[in-house]
């Protein structure tokens, strides 16, 4: 061999090993484990999304997001400190280390990606922005809003929304603002407001939840944006970025191969090497690459099932939001939840 042959393939191995080497754990994980606790920020209360039952105990999509992730680092679904937040809360107390993670219906926009020292992981909810009307008003469509009064929350993509929405439609739209989410649903329900706007799933939840009458109530077809949402980490650890984003994937891929809260244990002895790499049953450890034990993911299906287990859990058909998978559904099946590749 010549001289550079010799040093191509002993970069080629340093290269190899270091794929193969377990990864350093990161300081958030370090956090995490030295305290026993995910510190996850939540929603003040949103039905379906995050919310506490009157024994303080805690459900919704995103809470399954904490949930996932204790299991997945502390084996323990439980072992989450729940702090809500609300939305002028939020980004603070995630870049100020108060919470590890931020699952808490958030949209990723340009703005928050770039400019607060804060990195988007995965998609957990495709939504869009929409108004909620008495029934009694008689409108059909958000365009017949004009001039019209509409409650919404300060701090948010859905004030923002709104003015963009009311400019390119030339409606004047007159936004009554509020700083917190009960205060903007309280003004609509005692008609201070002739709408009440916030994303989709939002108005089905308060519908469901907040209305004396949710049948008094009726959400207007128009979606005007789009509010891709998931959880969101500090920059600066990307050891933790790759866990959380991990996680959401690995929950995606569960359904995508049918491994379900009830079958996890019965799929290890599963001959789709996919499956396999998912539940740590084969050879290849994946858990390792992450700081994380081999049965890292079993743990995750194990404690909150699949996506479609936790969508249709918490939003889907038969809960109070009954909400279609539509968007939210697999690639595979129509619709936009794509995970990477497990491997």
Same mark, same amino acid.
């Given at each position: 061999m010549t001289m550079k042959q010799i040093k191509l393939a002993a970069a080629v191995a340093v290269m190899g090993a270091a794929l193969a080497a377990p990864a350093h754990a990161g300081k958030t994980l370090d956090?995490?484990?030295?305290?026993?606790?995910?510190?996850?920020?939540?929603?003040?209360?949103?039905?379906?999304?995050?919310?506490? +039952?009157? $024994? @303080?105990?805690? !459900?919704?999509?995103?809470?399954?997001?904490?949930?996932?992730?204790?299991?997945?680092? =502390?084996? &323990?679904?439980?072992?989450?400190?729940?702090?809500?937040?609300?939305?002028?809360?939020?980004?603070?107390?995630?870049?100020?280390?108060?919470?590890?993670v931020l699952a808490r219906n958030t949209t990723f926009t340009l703005t928050r990606d770039a400019s607060l020292g804060l990195s988007l992981t995965v998609t957990n909810f495709y939504d869009g922005q929409g108004f909620m009307v008495p029934v009694k008003s008689k409108m059909k469509s958000a365009k017949q809003l004009k001039g019209q009064t509409v409650c919404v929350q300060s701090g948010t993509?859905?004030?923002?929304?709104?003015?963009?929405?009311?400019?390119?439609?030339?409606?004047?739209?007159?936004?009554?603002?509020?700083e917190k989410l009960e205060a903007a649903e309280n003004a609509y329900f005692t008609?201070?407001?002739?709408?009440?706007?916030? +994303?989709? $799933? @939002?108005?089905? !939840?308060?519908?469901?939840?907040?209305?004396?009458?949710?049948?008094?109530?009726?959400? =207007?077809? &128009?979606?005007?944006?789009?509010?891709?949402?998931?959880?969101?980490?500090?920059?600066?650890?990307?050891?933790?970025?790759?866990?959380?984003?991990?996680?959401?994937?690995?929950?995606?891929?569960?359904?995508?191969?049918g491994v379900t809260q009830a079958n996890v244990d019965q799929m290890k002895s599963s001959a789709d090497p996919v499956v396999q790499r998912l539940l740590g049953a084969g050879n290849e450890d994946t858990g390792k690459l992450l700081g994380l034990d081999k049965e890292w993911m079993a743990r995750v299906i194990k404690s909150v099932g699949n996506y479609g287990e936790s969508f249709e859990r918490n939003v889907g058909p038969n809960t109070p939001l009954n909400l279609p998978r539509g968007v939210n559904n697999l690639w595979n099946k129509g619709g936009l939840m794509y995970a990477y590749p497990i491997r």
């Open positions: 956090a995490i484990k030295a305290r026993g606790q995910v510190v996850c920020g939540v929603n003040t209360g949103l039905a379906g999304f995050a919310a506490a +039952d009157s $024994s @303080g105990k805690w !459900s919704g999509l995103d809470i399954d997001v904490c949930k996932a992730l204790a299991a997945a680092v =502390l084996s &323990d679904p439980e072992k989450v400190k729940y702090v809500p937040l609300n939305a002028q809360q939020r980004f603070t107390a995630l870049q100020s280390g108060e919470v590890d993509t859905t004030e923002k929304n709104l003015t963009d929405y009311s400019k390119a439609n030339n409606l004047g739209i007159k936004p009554v603002v509020f008609g201070r407001c002739i709408a009440y706007t916030t +994303d989709a $799933s @939002g108005l089905s !939840s308060t519908r469901s939840k907040v209305a004396k009458d949710p049948k008094e109530h009726m959400i =207007l077809p &128009d979606l005007i944006s789009k509010e891709p949402l998931g959880p969101m980490v500090r920059r600066g650890d990307d050891e933790w970025f790759a866990i959380v984003k991990w996680v959401m994937y690995g929950t995606m891929e569960a359904e995508e191969y």
